[in-house]
């Protein structure tokens, strides 16, 4: 995302902000406890200087917002060729799944989908239309500790080529990913349930075939 050139500090301060509010909610060690906290001074310090407002207000405000939980946002891409669909196969599990994850402060969920893709497969793509929003909780995934709000993206290939097959025949190219291919409906390998189930699949090759189809939500 391009930052408002207005207030690059604003951009810059919500950053560091996130970066550590996420190191201080998950890490356990004190030194880096102590640092991170170290770096959501220096944010909060960005943003009172820069909007001229008093440093105690600024972290009231951070402070009071770590207490309201709000569902993490998932974006995952259709990609598809041929009436196939692109999927990859996850390190983790060794479980397929349409390629995405979670999006990033300051990015738009179309920017985050088309970098997922790319990260994860090696396709460049763009996003041209949101086919579904999901709750997850509703639509049979295995359980997770926090909800989510699952964005799936038909994403059209800007440059067919092999380079995703490519990349992961040279094996580890990508931190999360082994492998990747291009499937139909009726020959889906086994799928990584955390991620994708086959009903919403089935969904997103009927919405290929029906592109006149409003987004799905809920």
């Given at each position: 995302?391009?930052?408002?050139?207005?207030?690059?500090?604003?951009?810059?301060a919500?950053?560091?902000?996130?970066?550590?509010?996420?190191?201080l909610?998950?890490s356990?060690?004190?030194?880096?406890?102590?640092?991170?906290?170290?770096?959501?001074?220096v944010?909060a310090?960005m943003m009172?200087r820069?909007?001229?407002?008093?440093?105690?207000?600024?972290?009231?405000?951070l402070?009071?917002?770590?207490g309201?939980?709000?569902p993490?946002?998932d974006?995952?891409g259709a990609?598809?060729?041929e009436g196939?669909?692109l999927?990859?196969r996850?390190?983790?599990?060794?479980?397929?799944?349409?390629?995405?994850?979670?999006?990033?402060?300051e990015?738009?969920p179309s920017?985050?989908?088309?970098?997922e893709?790319y990260?994860?497969s090696?396709?460049?793509?763009r996003a041209?239309?949101?086919?579904?929003?999901y709750?997850?909780?509703?639509?049979?995934?295995?359980?997770m500790?926090?909800?989510?709000?699952k964005?799936f993206?038909h994403?059209?290939l800007?440059?067919?080529?092999?380079l995703g097959?490519?990349?992961a025949q040279?094996g580890?190219?990508?931190?999360?990913?082994?492998?990747?291919?291009?499937?139909?409906?009726d020959?889906l390998?086994r799928?990584s349930?955390?991620?994708?189930?086959p009903?919403?699949l089935?969904r997103?090759?009927?919405?290929?075939?029906h592109?006149?189809w409003?987004?799905?939500?809920?």
């Amino acid at each position: 995302m391009t930052p408002d050139p207005r207030y690059p500090w604003l951009h810059w301060a919500r950053k560091l902000q996130a970066a550590a509010q996420n190191g201080l909610t998950y890490s356990k060690d004190p030194y880096d406890i102590e640092r991170y906290q170290a770096i959501w001074e220096v944010a909060a310090e960005m943003m009172a200087r820069g909007s001229g407002v008093e440093l105690i207000r600024v972290r009231d405000l951070l402070t009071g917002d770590v207490g309201h939980v709000t569902p993490k946002v998932d974006v995952r891409g259709a990609v598809f060729r041929e009436g196939a669909m692109l999927l990859v196969r996850e390190k983790s599990d060794g479980l397929w799944t349409l390629p995405g994850g979670w999006a990033d402060v300051e990015e738009s969920p179309s920017e985050a989908v088309v970098r997922e893709v790319y990260e994860e497969s090696g396709y460049r793509t763009r996003a041209v239309k949101l086919l579904a929003v999901y709750d997850r909780d509703r639509h049979g995934h295995t359980p997770m500790p926090f909800c989510c709000y699952k964005m799936f993206f038909h994403c059209a290939l800007v440059d067919d080529d092999t380079l995703g097959e490519a990349q992961a025949q040279r094996g580890g190219s990508f931190a999360e990913v082994d492998d990747v291919g291009f499937f139909h409906e009726d020959e889906l390998p086994r799928l990584s349930i955390s991620r994708v189930t086959p009903a919403q699949l089935r969904r997103l090759f009927a919405h290929q075939r029906h592109p006149d189809w409003p987004t799905d939500f809920d």
